[in-house]
C-alpha cells in the first residue's frame, strides 16, 4: 500500500483517480488544486508517490516537478498529461520524472505503473 498525493486543478480528476487508488488499496494521504499547494502539501505529507497533472494554474505540473525535486530527488512523481502533450511529457522525464500516464485514466495501466513503483 502506498501513501498517494494527487495534484490536479481538475476536482473530477482529482476524485476518479482517487477512487481507482483507494479501490486497490492505497490511501491518498492529500490533493491538491494547483503546483505550488502540490509542492507544498508534498513537503507537508511526503508521500510514497505523488500524481502530478501538468497544465495547472498557478503553477504548472513541470515547475512543480522540478520544486519536489530540489526538495527531494527521490520523490516518486507520475505526470498526468491530456493527450497530445509529447513535448511536455520529455521535458517532465528529463526533469526526473518516475512515469507518465494520459487522461482519460486507465485503471489497469495506472495500478500498473503504482505496482512498479
Known sequence: MSKILIVDDSRTSR????GLLEESG?????????????V?????FNPDITTLDI????????????????F???AKVIMV????QQNKMVEA?????????TKPFEKENILKIIEKM
Do not use: C, W
Open 26 to 38: 492505497h490511501e491518498v494521504v492529500a490533493e491538491a488544486e494547483n503546483g505550488q499547494e502540490g
Open 15 to 18: 476524485k476518479i483517480l482517487r
Open 81 to 84: 498529461t491530456a493527450a497530445g
Open 40 to 44: 507544498d502539501k508534498y513537503k507537508e
Open 72 to 74: 527531494d530527488r527521490n
Open 55 to 70: 497544465t495547472m494554474p498557478v503553477m504548472d505540473g513541470l515547475e512543480a516537478l522540478s520544486k519536489i525535486k530540489e
Open 93 to 101: 522525464i528529463k526533469n526526473g520524472a518516475s512515469e507518465f500516464v
